[in-house]
């Protein structure tokens, strides 16, 4: 388990004039929780739309592990093991909690294809998909059509599609985006909970929660990564200081 | 050699003129709002059977009936705009499709009852009969009339869009909604004024197709397929995209015609599934 | 269907009980037997209204299910229905040999198409349908040596089926074997929709960007359900050509892209029977109607697309789960 289990080298992107990524240079060793912080318009959203393939990087190559993934497709990049949640909520609105993660087990298990046995004869994977929604909270409410479940359910049900797929590295793009701050506390539990050898990237404005959870922080400013370092390295960073916490409300 | 190639280069503008006027308000609707609009084209039928009727039964010249034809389906499809169209542009692009060909056949069968299935016959005045000959080259009058209408409008259209106020909010609602709605634009009136002067523009073009290609109730679907590779392969929300679109594809319709007619419309169609494949958001689109 | 799961149902018994025949279904199927005894005469019709049904149900697999808007459909019905035609001209009248060619050829054709379709969505995708739609009209009506133009094609001549029936006046070979056929196909089409590979369909239709987020070969998926459906209408316009032994290059039209697009929202989308029952109410409409001009019809129709689009948005089928919906809720 050496190297990297996500790295990318110098990648760039504009769109005309605006840069949105500039020279990142990222690192994620295994089973590391990582947080992302940054301001507004800071291109974190977009440094995850270019690790998995929803941007095309104008130059820089991403690597999954040893291999290099840059010219995949979005999908081939989840079938190796790199997932994501999206901050808006991407759902299935009208496809029960159940079923939306029993077709993530059938597409990660290859037989998402097949369309001439039923999809009762596969036990094991609603039963996966059930074992999923239950370790995150929602075992009661799996038989309930997403868009009626509530927001925070929906959220869960985010994480819930990614961890389906099986991935070696998860990126939550805020994940408790919108969720009351004492749920949201909760919500993050049960991504700390996740398996140890996960490496997990995620995105949150909220310091208390970043702090908490997670083991080491990126800061990106204006495209580029600005410091990575542990928590308290991070938080004694007179640079930071001026352009991010310094800014926020936060001591 | 050369006398038959222009006249049919000219014929062939002329055609393009036609279907520019007919196709540029759903071009410009369509890249504002999104809407597929599909019964574009029973505005311009509208258009022709009001100039048939004003000239027919209440005898009135053919130059002042143009006016009239604009305005109708202008008036029409400003109230369809604010009782139906406007409640779907937010719907799924189908309930578009099929409220719209709802229209078309309902416009359709409504014309075919008040005026039967035939072509309507249409008496040109004598000044826009017969023709002109320019170094050997046969110009008919009525096309001469046809084109140089077609590029005033299109003047003033480029010019109205580039210089005035409200231009300035087409352009902004076209290009991007969410940052016009912000920057204080009423889009949605600014939508349906656009949508009303496109109508009115297909209506103009079906009152001056007549004398071309004739007019019978099949009109709002033959035409519609036109006008959608015009849009399409111009691209949309593009005045000058249309323009273009609409020239190429009536020199090579009329040319097509002349010169390999059993290959018919089929060339056309091939035309503009490759192109589409080729570049799907049209030849002048934003993306 | 789903919502009104009980509590206590393991995963698997909830899977298992969205695919359980109901009541009504068998009902259903049985009460389509109920033409051969009850309305002997309209046997035509009822053929008639079983293979439009079948058209419908192939457009629901791409539309309803898929998510997948087509205004070109009828190029895959036309190709079946020309397959069948020269084949019983050129080469024998055997209708079920007939219908695997129909099927095949539209296959082909579906299949070879379905790369570009799998490419595009919204606009485009409309524009591509209709586009592919027309030209295969059009490429009909030059083709005039082989198919016969606008005149139609001319000595279509069909077997006895099994060579024992024959195709009679009536109708009474014709609706069994329109019957049997639509039955079979339905079997198919309930299998795949409730297979992985339905869900998977639904998948795209709801969210095409989460599917590719999950990892799921989204194109891949379009080309076979398109494949599926192109053969399915490929049976149904064999099925027409066979049963009524003519082809008319109005096999081929928009107006019977425009149909089948009809009948499928005014029954209901994506609900299986949508079609169906859709197929049944507008066919037998056009029949009671039959003696107004055909222009005329059209208004109607019309002004039914208005009126669905603006107050019915989910069909008949869906405004009749609603009704159902709300008085179970009333009752409780």
């Given amino acids: ?251 | 050699m050369i006398g038959p190639f222009v006249g049919v280069l000219f014929d062939g503008f002329a055609y393009g003129m036609l279907l520019f006027l007919l196709s540029v308000g759903l071009s410009v609707t369509l890249g504002m709002m999104n809407f597929i609009n599909l019964a574009h084209c029973s505005f311009g039928m509208l258009g022709g059977y009001v100039t048939v009727t004003l000239m027919d039964h209440l005898g009135w010249p053919f130059l002042a009936s143009l006016p009239v034809a604009f305005l109708a389906a202008a008036a029409v499809s400003i109230l369809l705009e604010r009782t139906l169209y406007r409640r779907l542009y937010r719907a799924s692009e189908l309930d578009q499709c099929l409220l719209t060909i709802g229209i078309v056949f309902m416009s359709v069968a409504a014309a075919a009852y008040v005026y039967g299935t035939v072509q309507q016959p249409l008496q040109l005045p004598d000044y826009l009969q017969g023709s002109v000959v320019i170094a050997g080259v046969n110009f008919a009058l009525y096309r001469v009339f046809l084109v140089a209408t077609a590029l005033a409008i299109t003047l003033v259209l480029v010019a109205a869009l580039e210089w005035t106020r409200f231009g300035t909010r087409v352009r902004a609602a076209v290009d991007n909604q969410r940052m016009a709605r912000g920057l204080g634009i009423n889009v949605d009136r600014t939508f349906a004024i656009t949508f009303a002067l496109g109508g009115g523009l297909a209506g103009l073009g079906g009152a001056l197709a007549i004398a071309i290609v004739g007019l019978d109730p099949g009109f709002a679907f033959a035409y519609l397929v036109y006008v959608l590779i015009v849009v399409s392969v111009g691209g949309l929300g593009s005045i000058r995209g249309s323009f273009a679109a609409a020239a190429v594809l009536g020199i090579s319709d009329v040319a097509g015609k002349y010169y390999v007619p059993q290959l018919g419309a089929f060339l056309i169609y091939l035309v503009m599934v490759g192109l589409l494949m080729w570049r799907p958001s049209g030849l002048f689109g934003k993306r | 269907m789903a919502g009104a799961a009980p509590e206590g149902v393991t995963p698997h018994q909830y899977l298992e009980n969205q695919t359980r025949w109901r009541r009504v279904e068998i009902a259903f199927w049985l009460a389509t037997l109920l033409p051969f005894v009850v309305t002997p005469t309209y046997l035509s019709l009822a053929s008639q209204i079983a293979i439009t049904a079948l058209f419908a149900l192939s457009l629901d697999l791409i539309l309803g299910y898929a998510g997948i808007v087509s205004l070109g459909h009828a190029a895959f019905f036309g190709l079946g229905a020309y397959t069948a035609g020269l084949m019983s001209k050129f080469v024998w009248g055997e209708p079920l040999t007939g219908l695997v060619a129909a099927a095949a050829i539209a296959g082909l054709v579906g299949f070879a198409t379905s790369f570009i379709i799998a490419r595009f969505r919204h606009l485009a995708l409309i524009m591509i349908t209709l586009g592919l739609g027309l030209l295969l009209h059009e490429a009909a009506n030059s083709a005039s040596w082989l198919t016969g133009g606008a005149d139609g094609l001319q000595g279509v001549d069909i077997w006895p089926l099994l060579g024992a029936f024959k195709f009679d006046l009536y109708g009474r070979t014709a609706y069994a074997y329109s019957l049997v056929v639509l039955a079979l196909m339905f079997l198919v089409a309930r299998r795949l929709i409730h297979s992985p590979f339905g869900l998977a369909l639904r998948g795209i239709r709801e969210n095409a960007v989460r599917m590719s987020a999950i990892g799921a070969p989204n194109r891949s998926h379009v080309r076979k359900v398109y494949t599926i459906s192109a053969v399915i209408a490929g049976i149904a316009g064999a099925l027409l050509a066979q049963t009524t032994e003519t082809v008319s290059l109005e096999v081929l039209s928009f107006e019977r892209s425009a149909d089948v697009l009809v009948i499928l929202i005014l029954g209901g989308a994506g609900r299986l029977y949508g079609g169906i029952l859709g197929a049944i109410i507008y066919m037998v409409a056009r029949d009671q109607f039959s003696g107004i001009n055909p222009q005329f019809w059209y208004f109607w129709i019309g002004l039914l697309l208005v009126a669905v689009v603006m107050l019915l948005p989910n069909g008949i089928l869906g405004g009749l789960a609603r009704f159902a919906e709300r008085w179970q809720g009333g009752r409780r």
């Fill in chain 1, 1 to 251: 388990m050496n190297g990297a289990a996500l790295a990318t080298r110098g990648l760039n992107k504009s769109f005309g004039s605006l840069v949105v990524a500039k020279d990142v240079e990222l690192v994620l060793p295994h089973g590391v929780r990582y947080a992302l912080i940054g301001p507004n318009g800071a291109g974190k959203t977009t440094l995850i739309n270019l690790i998995t393939g929803m941007l095309r990087p104008d130059t820089g190559r991403i690597f999954l592990g040893e291999d290099d993934i840059t010219s995949l497709a979005p999908e081939a990049r989840v079938r190796r093991g790199l997932a994501r949640t999206f901050q808006i909520n991407a759902l299935f609105p009208q496809l029960s909690a159940l079923e939306a993660v029993t077709l993530a087990v059938c597409e990660r298990r290859g037989f998402a294809g097949v369309w001439w046995r039923g999809l009762p004869e596969y036990r094991d994977a609603a039963d996966e998909a059930h074992a999923i929604l239950a370790s995150l909270l929602l075992g009661e409410h799996c038989y309930r059509l997403t868009h009626e479940l509530s927001y925070g359910q929906q959220r869960l049900l985010e994480i819930a599609l990614a961890l389906a797929t099986r991935p070696r590295v998860l990126l939550l793009d805020e994940p408790a985006a919108g969720v009351p701050r004492d749920e949201s506390a909760e919500l993050f539990a049960a991504i700390s909970g996740l398996a140890n050898d996960l490496t997990v990237l995620f995105i949150e404005h909220d310091m208390d929660i970043v702090f908490r959870f997670a083991a080491r922080i990126i800061v990106m400013v204006s495209g580029g990564i600005l410091v990575e370092g542990t928590p308290d390295e991070v938080a004694e960073d007179t640079r930071v200081r001026e352009v991010y916490l310094g800014k926020a409300h936060h001591g």
